[in-house]
């Protein structure tokens, strides 16, 4: 099981923010990465990440009984939810409650019950309000949330719904999500 987690949520206009994220990321950081952005069955999410050569990180599909491993980043199929639960991910069909997929409620939910004070939770650029409750969740059993300045964010709705709500250490740039992960995660001894 992975020290630390980060789950990263998004929607409308995250991509070009979670690209800024990742690339600031070394292939030896010390914490395994979750990607959940709103994406119908069609989501190709992967496969543009694999097109980026300045993203240094190993980057995989989420899959059901996958133990999340430190310097991997983890995308969510188009369409599905992923949860964790005995520290391993679990993909689903069904999150009651909730009118997105993937679900970033229910997976900052099942990481905060899972890692705890382990736990940071990152909420990019996207519209209405997934994630807010996932992050107080968070907050409540002692784990992380950073937020993407909404005035940095094409679409502020989200990240915004999280600072007015909750309790994020940083508002700050996706880029500057990045280096302050580095610097508070750190890295493995493997070479970077």
């Known amino acids: 099981m992975a020290n630390k987690v980060v789950a990263i949520g998004a929607s409308a206009g995250g991509l070009e923010p979670l690209r800024e994220l ?10 395994a990465i979750i990607v959940a952005v709103h994406s119908g069955p069609e989501s190709r999410l992967k496969n543009t990440l694999d097109l980026f050569s300045d993203i ?29 639960s005995h520290g391993r991910l ?6 009651r409650d909730s009118g997105f997929r993937p679900s970033i409620d229910a997976l900052f939910m099942t990481l905060a019950t899972e890692y705890r004070d382990n736990a940071i939770a990152v909420v990019l650029s996207g519209t209405l309000n997934d994630g807010m409750r ?5 907050y409540d059993l002692g784990g ?14 989200m990240p915004q719904s999280v600072v007015q709500a909750n309790h994020p250490v940083e508002i700050i ?13 750190g890295t493995t001894d493997l070479e970077a």
């Open 22 to 31: 990742l690339r600031e990321l070394p292939p030896n950081f010390a914490a």
């Open 56 to 84: 240094s990180l190993e980057i995989c599909h989420a899959e059901s009984g996958i133990e999340p491993t430190p310097g991997v980043v983890y995308v969510v199929p188009g369409a599905k939810h992923v949860l964790l």
């Open 90 to 95: 679990e993909i689903s069909d069904l999150v």
């Open 134 to 138: 996932g992050a107080q969740v968070l």
């Open 144 to 157: 992380i949330t950073l937020v993407q300045d909404p005035e940095d964010a094409k679409f502020a709705s």
């Open 173 to 185: 740039s996706a880029k500057q999500i990045g280096r302050w992960l580095v610097e508070s995660v």
